[in-house]
């Protein structure tokens, strides 16, 4: 009888195949980059050509693009299982710990990137400078809203009836990372109050999804 695999490694072979399937289909690059840079764009349009203004604006256009992208990366949480049909085999073999662990990684990497393209395009054509904070911010937002996408992808991709409350769930439990993002990337903001706040609801989010991941996979 063979030795049950270590729970790093299954996680470490989730995140694996997880990176395969994105190098293969490119689905969340093809999703999240257009609208990302579209959406940077427009922000600048709409805000109008005024530096002041553009400045105000640049750390909530960087974290808005960064949480609605979340829509549309959780429902590649278990998408490409559910095409193959491959869903209940992958969740039968993989502990949950296991499961979330390489999901929640993927999607992390994911919305990294995502926040580094709004942050780029947003530095360059709104002209203002990248704190250090921010990149603070950047770090555990993401990681809060990766945790939440994992969950809610998860859950969502049990019925076909839930995918329409994606965005009804996930923007709304979202908002203290855009809260929190936001002023730590606008300068002259008091950091220690924001930076508290993103590093306990990151805390928070982690520990509460990893608490219910098991659950949500017997739905």
Known sequence: MSAPVPLLAQAAAVLRREIAVERAGREALVTTAPF???F?????????PAPQQLAVAAGGTTWLAVLVATVPLARTVAGTERAEDSWDLLRG???????????????????LLTAALAGGLVAVLFDVPVLPQAIYG?????????????????LVATGSRRRGLMAALLLPAGLPALLAGTQLSTPGVAVL????????????????????FPVLLEE
Request: no cysteine.
């Open 36 to 38: 990302v840079a579209a």
């Open 40 to 48: 940077v764009v427009l922000a600048g349009l709409a805000f109008g």
């Open 93 to 111: 073999l993989v502990a949950p710990g296991a499961l979330f662990a390489g999901k929640l990684l993927a999607t992390w990497g994911a919305l």
């Open 138 to 154: 950047g770090v555990l937002g993401t990681l809060a809203l990766a945790a939440l996408t994992t969950g809610f992808g998860v």
């Open 193 to 212: 109050p924001w930076a508290l706040l993103v590093t306990v609801y990151a805390t928070a989010v982690l520990v509460a999804a990893w608490a219910v």
